[in-house]
């Protein structure tokens, strides 16, 4: 393509290109597609490992979908990168550790990054409604604190954690993550629980965190 060509002439070289997917628009036809348009990295749309959530959730995919799409993203020379989402309806904190468990573990998914975005309520959407009648509730901050630093703690040493939360300006967050900075916290919280955080970034040179 015009694009490809242009950074391959250009002084200023593109040292990779990631694509935001989900798993149903990840199948064989696309990877063939973003292998030609030079892509090194795939961020999928994960959220949950749950087969109910998914459902309840509207993803218009299965869990299934999820796991094919990683073996092919692998199998095709992609790093997988997931987005995933703690607090999701019909998730408490014993099902929100489990999955996180089962995420890591299972050979089925084990991506090579993470997204962590906690669940965010925002005006106009239908689970602000839930949110209105009470149908749903957000995790209390110290309670998301201490879930995020036991995902953290689960995180095997070959995934990066790219990020720990949604950058969505607080004022149009109705319930949810109350702190800007989320994963400074859960790393403190870490440290009084005496975890460790194992991640790739966190075990970088020059992050604080090694010394």
Known sequence: TEAVKYSECSKTKCIGITI?????????????DMLTYGCTRLEIGVQSVYEDVARDTNRGHT?????????????????VVSHMMPNLPNVDLERDIAQFKEFFENPEFRPDGL???PTLVIRGTGLYELWRTNRYASYSPSVLID???????????WTRVYRVQR???????????????LREHALARMRDLNLEC???RTREVGIQEIH
């Open 63 to 79: 869990v299934r979908a999820v796991t094919e799409s990683f073996r092919m993203s692998k199998d095709s020379g992609f790093k």
């Open 20 to 32: 935001e997917t989900r798993p149903d628009y990840c199948l064989k036809a696309h990877l063939s």
């Open 167 to 181: 950058d969505i300006p607080m004022p149009l967050v109705t319930s949810g993550v109350e702190h800007g900075n």
């Open 147 to 157: 879930l995020v630093a036991r995902i953290l703690a689960l995180v095997p040493p």
């Open 198 to 200: 194992r991640d790739v």
């Open 115 to 117: 997204k962590l975005y």
